[in-house]
């Protein structure tokens, strides 16, 4: 059994001024268009594993994760905090056969601060991001396969790996 937690703070302002056109200064400030992003996230998981070894080059590994998230995301003063708590479960497996080894597990990764922000900023007339405080985090789950060798001869060691992701609930920017 191995548990784990950990805490992360970002923070990130973006400060938006306006033209005063009789003056030619860019000092009129825009609330609207500004942010002072504050995310605080505490993460704690617990993984118990079961290992059954058939010989000395055959085993399999079985476990699963559970993992609780509380974050907190502060945008400004004119826009309501956001505050999130998540609870999972994740399966993992590894199938070692001699020097080949397969797994499987899953993930989650939550949308940043700045994809949830519940603001429509306009940076360019060419280019306006809308924020989306409902925003679904993104599943991943990992195939893997990894072979090991290692020469006597030469003593050189040969390590190939590759791996697979599919992610549900992907985040991406698009065009409106």
Known sequence: VSLSSGYNRNEGDLVTY?????????DIFLQDQSNDLVRKEWD??????????????????IGITAQLQQIGNHFNTFTNDLNQH???LF???QLDLNKLHFSYGENVRQPSINDLQPLTIAYSPLFTFIGNPGLKPTYMHTFGV??????NASQMYIFLTGSLVREIHSIVLGRS
Not at 18 to 26: C, K, N
Not at 45 to 51: F, N, T, V
């Open 146 to 151: 990894k072979d090991f060798n290692f020469s």
């Open 44 to 61: 704690e998981s617990a993984h118990p594993e079961l290992q059954y070894k058939f010989n000395d080059n055959y085993s399999l590994k």
């Open 91 to 93: 399966p993992s497996l």
């Open 86 to 88: 998540f609870g999972y």
């Open 18 to 26: 306006q033209q005063d056109l009789s003056t030619g200064l860019f």
